[in-house]
């Protein structure tokens, strides 16, 4: 394990990094920008069309979503050669996993020794499978064949590992003393990943909207239609991993010659490498998108003055005859396997839901049989926190978590056929719906209870009211539950087939845009595209699909959804 990159990144690579980010971000950002247009009267429409009813009985928890901070020694591979030391780890609420040499340095608020933010890493706790995974980095030259270049550290057994994986950082590994401590920092970092890879979905921002569309609509215009896991984490993140999924194999291939050793040996050093890749196309990303924060900051605030008095006039405008190889397609390849894959999802997320409510009813009934048994202050307001912090509590809410987790082989299965590649992302999702609607839940409770408790009651009274509230809070929850599993199916069946759609029809439809182009050109609004209002037409048609696939797998009459449609559809 005594390789190293022959040399670190010189001036002339980090200057072609610097290039190829500069290309990336010179063709990005004016998809950028028109997607910001179009996600503004995407809003405005909402504001100004028929309001929909209210839709959600719980409160909407104040409290930001985190992770439950997590601290503890492990031993860390590191070094050059790698040798394993001992450090005390600390996984921050935000998701940032830092390390200190001791735990009195991390007490003296002393530096890290290193630190990481968790966006994109995948969690192994199974050496051998670490062991495949390390080999397929190099497969020309297995570690197993090697015997000038031995790497006692990985083949002698690890009791309790913690690996984590990245497709294009350095791996961190790392080892537990006791199968216990290994299971708490495994819920911990689980929960600390999907918190950094979600924080662009979470978001209902116009903003982060448009940017997630620019992603798509930039890698379809590549060539890349399918939906996967590259829109996991920051801005900046996003599109170091979009530029670095194309760059990375080529890299790799020719750096691979120049690094000393062989087998596990130059796949480590290869990992150490591609990390410095990584942090050099990270910064360059993030200072470009800095640069461009004051523009986007004015252009959002000029669309919506521009965009308000011409959006009569916008929505009227008349969109491209696509509906007859639209219709044969979704007839020959979306009809067949939609009904499968709505059934699957349906029963992911109610699967997840269910044990959240579970989960809640367990945890409102334990404070009723607390009060009942007259307490004292200190216990009681014990039990009160802990019942406020189950949502971010990993433990409590694995259940919940690894509902979503069951299906996630079936359902990469029955999306293969729509080149969809983002399962992680889908569970990640389901996941984060699961916490969300517990937070609001367990919001609702304390509310309520803080207003019917009062001092005249005893603790039987106290514990009836509390019944009463929980009550309550089930029917709350039945219902928002309902309506967040329609939205979160539709949305997700939306990403999985509309770009595949797309792709089936680019050959047959994109030939009579250019008609419509004059059209568009003479509304002279940037949130208006040719592309923009094809791809609206596809979606509605889908929507339409998806709605009645929905329909029949819940038992129920359509309904309004909140989940992002066409401004077409809205105007209608």
């Given at each position: 394990?005594?390789?190293?990159?022959?040399?670190?990144?010189?001036?002339?690579?980090?200057?072609?990094?610097?290039?190829?980010?500069?290309?990336?971000?010179?063709?990005?950002?004016?998809?950028?920008?028109?997607?910001?247009?179009?996600s503004?009267?995407?809003?405005?429409?909402?504001?100004?069309?028929?309001?929909?009813?209210?839709?959600?009985?719980?409160?909407?928890?104040?409290?930001?979503?985190?992770?439950?901070?997590?601290?503890?020694?492990?031993?860390?591979?590191?070094?050059?050669?790698?040798?394993?030391?001992?450090?005390?780890?600390?996984?921050?609420?935000?998701?940032?996993?830092?390390?200190?040499?001791?735990?009195?340095?991390?007490?003296?608020?002393?530096?890290?020794?290193?630190?990481?933010?968790?966006?994109?890493?995948?969690?192994?706790?199974?050496?051998?499978?670490?062991?495949?995974?390390?080999?397929?980095?190099?497969?020309?030259?297995?570690?197993?064949?090697?015997?000038?270049?031995?790497?006692?550290?990985?083949?002698?057994?690890?009791?309790?590992?913690?690996?984590?994986?990245?497709?294009?950082?350095?791996?961190?590994?790392?080892?537990?003393?006791?199968?216990?401590?290994?299971?708490?920092?495994?819920?911990?970092?689980?929960?600390?990943?999907?918190?950094?890879?979600?924080?662009?979905?979470?978001?209902q921002?116009?903003?982060?909207?448009?940017?997630?569309?620019?992603?798509?609509l930039?890698?379809?215009?590549?060539?890349?239609?399918?939906?996967?896991?590259?829109?996991?984490?920051?801005?900046?993140?996003?599109?170091?991993?979009?530029?670095?999924?194309?760059?990375?194999?080529?890299?790799?291939?020719?750096?691979?010659?120049?690094?000393?050793?062989?087998?596990?040996?130059?796949?480590?050093?290869?990992?150490?490498?591609?990390?410095?890749?990584?942090?050099a196309?990270?910064?360059?990303?993030?200072?470009?998108?800095?640069?461009?924060?004051?523009?986007?900051?004015?252009?959002?605030?000029?669309?919506?003055?521009?965009?308000?008095?011409?959006?009569?006039?916008?929505?009227?405008?008349?969109?491209?005859?696509?509906?007859?190889?639209?219709?044969?397609?979704?007839?020959?390849k979306?009809?067949?396997?939609?009904?499968?894959?709505?059934?699957?999802?349906?029963?992911?997320?109610?699967?997840?839901?269910?044990?959240?409510?579970?989960?809640?009813?367990?945890?409102?009934?334990?404070?009723?049989?607390?009060?009942?048994?007259?307490?004292?202050?200190?216990?009681?307001?014990?039990?009160?926190?802990?019942?406020?912090?189950?949502?971010?509590?990993?433990?409590?809410?694995?259940?919940c978590?690894?509902?979503?987790?069951?299906?996630?082989?079936?359902?990469?299965?029955?999306?293969?056929p729509?080149?969809?590649?983002?399962?992680?992302?889908?569970?990640?999702?389901?996941?984060?719906l699961?916490q969300?609607?517990?937070?609001?839940?367990?919001?609702?409770?304390?509310?309520?209870?803080?207003?019917?408790?009062?001092?005249?009651?005893?603790?039987?009274?106290?514990?009836?009211?509390?019944?009463?509230?929980?009550g309550?809070?089930?029917?709350?929850?039945?219902?928002?539950?309902?309506?967040?599993?329609r939205?979160?199916?539709?949305?997700?069946?939306?990403?999985?087939?509309?770009?595949?759609?797309?792709?089936?029809?680019?050959?047959?439809?994109?030939?009579?845009?250019?008609?419509?182009?004059?059209?568009?050109?003479?509304?002279?609004?940037?949130?208006?595209?040719?592309?923009?209002?094809?791809?609206?037409?596809?979606r509605?048609?889908?929507?339409?699909?998806?709605?009645?696939?929905?329909?029949?797998?819940?038992?129920?009459?359509?309904?309004?959804?909140?989940?992002?449609?066409?401004?077409?559809?809205?105007?209608?």
């Amino acid at each position: 394990m005594g390789a190293r990159p022959s040399s670190p990144l010189d001036k002339q690579q980090q200057q072609q990094l610097k290039g190829e980010v500069d290309v990336l971000l010179r063709n990005f950002l004016p998809c950028y920008r028109r997607q910001l247009a179009a996600s503004v009267l995407r809003q405005i429409s909402r504001e100004l069309g028929p309001q929909e009813p209210a839709g959600c009985q719980l409160f909407r928890s104040k409290k930001l979503p985190r992770v439950r901070e997590h601290r503890g020694a492990l031993m860390h591979l590191q070094g050059h050669p790698p040798r394993w030391q001992a450090v005390f780890c600390v996984l921050r609420g935000d998701g940032r996993l830092e390390w200190f040499r001791h735990k009195e340095e991390y007490e003296s608020g002393r530096p890290v020794l290193g630190s990481t933010a968790l966006t994109g890493y995948t969690l192994l706790t199974s050496q051998p499978e670490y062991l495949r995974l390390l080999d397929a980095l190099c497969p020309d030259s297995s570690g197993d064949q090697v015997q000038e270049d031995t790497e006692p550290l990985l083949e002698a057994p690890v009791s309790f590992p913690l690996f984590l994986q990245h497709p294009f950082r350095r791996h961190l590994c790392f080892s537990a003393a006791t199968r216990e401590a290994q299971r708490a920092w495994r819920l911990a970092l689980q929960g600390g990943i999907r918190l950094r890879g979600t924080v662009l979905q979470r978001s209902q921002a116009p903003a982060a909207r448009a940017f997630l569309e620019a992603v798509r609509l930039y890698r379809q215009h590549r060539g890349h239609f399918g939906e996967d896991d590259a829109t996991l984490g920051s801005d900046a993140e996003v599109l170091t991993a979009v530029l670095l999924r194309g760059l990375l194999p080529a890299t790799r291939a020719q750096s691979l010659r120049d690094l000393r050793g062989a087998g596990r040996a130059r796949a480590w050093a290869w990992t150490e490498l591609a990390d410095a890749v990584y942090a050099a196309v990270l910064a360059g990303a993030s200072a470009g998108l800095r640069a461009f924060q004051p523009e986007k900051d004015e252009l959002l605030a000029s669309l919506d003055r521009s965009l308000r008095p011409d959006l009569d006039q916008m929505l009227q405008l008349r969109a491209p005859d696509v509906q007859g190889p639209l219709k044969a397609c979704l007839r020959r390849k979306v009809d067949t396997q939609l009904p499968q894959v709505t059934q699957t999802l349906l029963s992911t997320v109610e699967a997840a839901l269910d044990a959240v409510r579970t989960l809640l009813a367990q945890g409102m009934d334990r404070l009723s049989r607390h009060l009942r048994g007259n307490p004292s202050s200190a216990r009681l307001r014990r039990e009160v926190y802990a019942f406020g912090e189950m949502p971010w509590d990993p433990e409590l809410m694995r259940k919940c978590y690894r509902e979503a987790e069951r299906s996630l082989g079936t359902l990469g299965q029955l999306a293969a056929p729509f080149g969809f590649l983002g399962t992680q992302s889908l569970v990640f999702g389901v996941q984060d719906l699961a916490q969300q609607l517990m937070a609001n839940a367990v919001a609702t409770f304390l509310q309520l209870a803080d207003q019917c408790l009062t001092t005249s009651l005893d603790c039987q009274q106290a514990a009836e009211q509390l019944g009463r509230v929980g009550g309550r809070v089930l029917k709350k929850f039945q219902s928002d539950g309902e309506a967040e599993q329609r939205r979160c199916v539709r949305g997700w069946l939306l990403s999985i087939s509309l770009p595949f759609v797309l792709s089936q029809l680019q050959r047959n439809c994109r030939t009579k845009l250019p008609e419509f182009e004059g059209d568009v050109l003479a509304m002279g609004s940037q949130a208006l595209t040719i592309e923009g209002i094809y791809e609206d037409v596809i979606r509605e048609a889908l929507l339409q699909r998806i709605d009645q696939e929905l329909k029949k797998g819940l038992g129920t009459s359509d309904s309004p959804c909140t989940q992002e449609a066409s401004w077409h559809q809205e105007a209608a």
